[in-house]
């Protein structure tokens, strides 16, 4: 049975995400990398205790956790509606596979109750400043990129915090220090 809830609130923050808003992007480049970095662990953590290391770090979890998942297009179709504009490939692998997570709603918890939420960290990568595009072993967006590495090592990362004062927080500290790098840069004496 479809989480039909679940989706509808997921639709209502991926619609209100900064799709297309560049300064955000850049503003929130360090949170982002985090995200994207806690993103990784998550879905390395789900891989493995789901048996498919080798399918990890983009793959559709959902219909790995539950075979008889499909997930409906017209999710798909209602955000990029309320967008205005098609998603890239990469984005629209990941929020298609998010909408098949959300469609399952608590049966996740049932069997991994300690598991965190694998998507999270992207919904809020997305809310952050927009796309991701796929690199050379790497997820990139607008002002940074992060590469995979490996399975293992990512499990082995310490977990981040990502609730909006952490976010913040790590935002502001990459402000203050590329104000100080630029004023020691202008500080220095012409060559």
Known sequence: MTDIAACERLLV????????????????????????????????????????????????LAVTFDPSVETDPVWMQRLEAGIGHRLGTMS??????????????????????TF???????????????????GHREIEFYGGSLPFRGIAERMAQV?????????????????VRAEQSRARRAAKPAE
């Open 13 to 60: 923050r991926l619609v209100a995400a900064n799709w297309d808003d560049d300064a955000a992007a850049l503003r929130h480049a360090a949170s982002r990398g985090l995200l994207a970095a806690e993103y990784l662990r998550r879905m390395a953590v789900w891989a493995d205790a789901l048996a498919v290391p080798e399918k990890w770090p983009f793959f559709d």
């Open 92 to 113: 629209t692998k990941v929020v298609t596979d998010m909408f098949g997570w959300a469609s399952l709603g608590d049966r996740t918890k049932e069997r991994f109750p």
């Open 116 to 134: 965190e939420d694998p998507y999270e960290p992207m919904v809020q990568l997305f809310e952050r400043g927009g796309e991701i595009w796929p």
């Open 159 to 175: 977990p981040f915090e990502i609730d909006a004062v952490s976010l913040v927080k790590v935002d502001e500290e990459e402000r």
